[in-house]
């Protein structure tokens, strides 16, 4: 793979969502970029379990790795959840095993993606989307089994609650290892949730966090029994979708207020991992990183920190 190829691939550090999926009645969201007219694969299924009560699941077998094609059918699931009259609680999960959501595809061309206009808060779209789930008038749960690495970290990062397997969940900001600078607002959202030195523990480390240590860091909410998780992450969005909305909406704005970082910090993250990708140790890690097997060898992906921790400057 040439190395330009990779640089370009770089600049969206991510997450991956498409399609959408509903119970009662099945639609798929439009899912071609645009200047794109061939068909793309749906990654995400959103499936309305009552008007109140949403799932999104993730579904981009055998990683769930997150691309350039998905951003703008993220954005009309967003949308759709920001919009929705009658909506009151969405739960993000995954029917991948092993895998929650991943670090961006590091194969399509950088055109794919800075050609994309900036969203409603004047941020770039990953970005942009992070912030508006942040701040939609409902509450957002993620439902974490398998690996959350960048992108899949930070989307749990910016919704209202997050829930752990406690065997299977596996949570990391891995960019350091590559010389990135993480872009979807983790270096911002983590000190308020677990403290400056367990976020630079975090950020600075690239190290996997399990679930129980997730959650005795605040990472977070609860970190349950495999088996339990399910029952409780579904009984729980069910008590709140009967609930009144615009009292939801009240609490939620309010805890905003004292919670959530300005959009501009948020921004400021991402123009770091701009600048990051542009580094040649950057692109040479990233070659590293290929070359061993990242988004091809299934112990590569399941087991970064130990690969990443093989990576490092070349040679003078």
Known sequence: MKLQML??????GGLSI??????????????ASAGKTSAVKQEVKLTRVTPEYWRVTFHNPPFNIYGPETMPQLNEVITAIESDPKLRVVVFDS????????????????????????????????PDMLVRLSKAPVVSITSIRGRATGVGSELAL??????????????????????????????????????????????????????DLAERYGYVNRALPDG????????MARRIARFDKETIADIKNLVNKSSLPADEDIGAEWQGFIDSVQRPAT???IKQLMDMGLQQ??????RLPVYTGKTGEASK
């Open 95 to 126: 029917d991948v095993p092993d895998f929650f959501l991943t670090h961006y595809d590091f194969v399509p061309p950088l055109t794919d993606t800075t050609s994309m206009p900036n969203g409603k808060t004047g941020l770039p779209p990953l």
């Open 228 to 235: 339990q998780l399910d029952g409780f992450v579904d009984a």
């Open 297 to 302: 060898n299934p112990d590569v992906e399941k």
């Open 7 to 12: 640089t370009a691939a770089l600049i969206i």
């Open 158 to 211: 910016a919704s209202d609650m997050r829930f752990a397997s406690r065997e299977k969940a596996v949570l990391s900001q891995w960019e350091i290892a590559a010389g990135l600078v993480p872009g979807g607002g983790p270096s911002s959202r983590l000190p308020r949730l677990i403290g400056r030195g367990r976020a630079l523990e975090v950020l600075l480390t690239g190290e996997d966090i399990n679930g």
């Open 283 to 285: 692109q040479h890690r």
């Open 18 to 31: 498409s399609g959408a999926t509903q119970a009662a009645e099945t639609s798929t969201a439009p899912a």
